[in-house]
């Protein structure tokens, strides 16, 4: 048996990619997270990334032993459309309880997969028990089931990264898209992983190989980005974790009051000016919440000051301070890396501190410290 025949070929690899699989959800099953309650949205994120890859290993084991799916190209066709269905319910709430454990809900789960279960169970009995010409209608009822199904998980996602990104930037009044990117990565490489696997219904046993060897290595990319979480994301999980109820009310500026808010104005544009003395803009992954507390004052009258008498919000004052600082440690120390500077003046990210420091200056920190150097 020539094993690079398209049918050995197939489920030679199915056997390989399934065993690789059935490691990834052990090592996930048995990843230590601490008992602690913020983390409840990973150990949910782990268990059901653990089944989804569960269900594919053992449905690719099932495939191996049994070996009737080259005999029937429905039959293959229909098992990869129920377990997409399946992967995609999985993958989409393993993201979002990661991001958002608080719209995560097990009801939402349980019914969406009740759906997809008797659903599946309809297609397969169909495939036994209808003629060939009535199963291709409800096999395209299906497919396009399917595609509705990733269109509104795309929809759900987009709607959740958005409220997160916004929780995230409100609460630490920073950029945060570079810091969320590998969400909207691992959703969309999901996403194209999906379509693949629909593409894989019309296409021969080598393209299915070839989809199976994709799906395999984006798995382990998930796994490693779960093992990750708690390193990568600390700085999230009291912004995700908090619930609606318990933010706290934003005050409202009276009109009467400006007599006394002006004296206060000038009271803290004094600490504001100690506070830029003692750089303490360089600091990072600390909340507007916690910067306005130490300087004496609220939130919603920080926010007040900066739109009244200095004519810009917070984030982007801040982030010119930050530059401004970079600027002058590239003056000063030629030598130092980029990305020792970026560390120093606050950016937690490279890519967003070089996006702000092009953005303000009109030149990337290497360009701006070449035509520094050239000057006499």
């Known amino acids: 048996m ?16 399934s065993s690789v699989i059935m490691v990834l959800a052990a090592m996930l099953a048995g990843m230590h997270i601490p008992p602690d309650e913020k983390l409840s949205n990973l150990r949910s994120a782990r268990f059901y990334l653990s089944l989804s890859y569960l269900v594919l290993g053992i449905s690719g084991f099932f495939s191996f032993f049994i070996q009737r799916e080259t005999e029937d190209k429905m039959l293959l066709a229909s098992s990869t ?18 991001i958002q454990p608080l719209y995560v809900k097990r009801r939402m789960i349980v019914w969406q997969l009740a759906i997809i279960t008797a659903a599946s169970a309809l297609l397969l009995a169909a495939l036994l028990l209808l003629p060939h010409s009535s199963f291709l209608i409800v096999f395209a009822v299906a497919v396009t089931a399917y595609f509705f199904q990733i269109t509104f998980y795309t929809h759900t996602f987009r709607s959740q990264y958005k409220v997160c990104l916004n929780s995230l930037e409100n609460y630490y009044e920073e950029d945060e898209k570079i810091r969320l990117r590998w969400t909207r990565f691992g959703f969309y490489s999901a996403l194209a992983v999906g379509i693949l696997a629909l593409v894989s219904l019309f296409m021969d046993y080598y393209f299915y190989a070839l989809f199976s060897v994709i799906y395999t290595i984006y798995y382990a990319y998930m796994a490693a980005r779960l093992y990750n979480y708690q390193i990568d994301f600390q700085f999230a999980i009291p912004v995700i974790t908090q619930r609606e109820d318990e933010e706290k009310p934003q005050e409202t500026v009276d009109d009467e009051e400006s007599a006394r808010l002006a004296a206060q104005s000038e009271q803290f544009r004094r600490v504001l000016a100690r506070w830029v003395a003692d750089r303490k803009f360089t600091k990072t992954d600390i909340s507007v919440e916690e910067i306005a507390q130490s300087l004496g004052v609220s939130r919603s009258f920080l926010q007040y000051y900066f739109r009244t008498y200095m004519q810009t919000d917070f984030r982007i004052w801040r982030s010119g301070l930050r530059i401004e600082e970079a600027q002058s440690i590239l003056r000063d120390n030629p030598g130092i890396s980029l990305e020792n500077v970026r560390e120093l003046v606050g950016f937690n990210h490279r890519a967003n501190f070089h996006q702000q420091f092009q953005k303000i200056t009109g030149l990337t920190p290497t360009e701006y410290r070449e035509q520094y150097l050239k000057q006499p």
């Open 2 to 17: 020539n094993l690079f025949e398209p049918v050995p070929f197939y489920y030679v690899l199915t056997f390989a990619t």
């Open 81 to 98: 459309l129920v377990i997409a269905s399946y992967q995609a319910l999985l993958f989409t709430y393993t993201i979002l309880a990661l």
